[in-house]
């Protein structure tokens, strides 16, 4: 499967984005899928889940309460909406796919290219 984010930009504390994540293939609904992010200097971290069919999530404690992750299997897609936006949560921001359910980056066989969120104070 082929991954693509998109829906980044500049935007300031206590605002919204949403991020949403095309997928290529067929396959897609196979798939557990993920949002990570990245920022400079640090280590790749788990930011949200969901199931193959949609029905469980998990979150990071730093998204819990203010982001919301979901997914449409008809249309290939997943999305992210991150509320009430902080300036950590500057980042690079990765969706990815995996075939077993897990919070760990080493799950994710697939990734797509990152979108940049920039939360400004």
């Known amino acids: 499967v082929q991954l693509q984010a998109s829906g980044g930009g500049l935007v300031q504390a206590g605002g919204s984005l949403r991020l949403s994540c095309a997928a290529s293939g067929r396959a897609f609904s196979r798939y557990h899928m993920g949002w990570f992010r990245q920022a400079p200097g640090q280590e790749r971290e788990f930011v949200a889940i969901?199931?193959?069919?949609?029905?469980?999530?998990n979150y990071a404690d730093s998204a819990k309460g203010r982001f919301t992750i979901s997914r449409d299997n008809a249309k290939n897609t997943m999305s992210l909406q991150m509320n009430s936006l902080k300036p950590e949560d500057t980042a690079v921001y990765y969706c990815?796919?995996?075939?077993?359910?897990?919070?760990?980056?080493?799950?994710?066989?697939?990734w797509g290219r990152g979108t940049l969120v920039t939360v400004s104070s």
């Open positions: 969901i199931s193959t069919s949609g029905g469980t999530t």
């Open positions: 990815a796919a995996a075939l077993s359910y897990g919070i760990q980056v080493y799950f994710y066989g697939y």
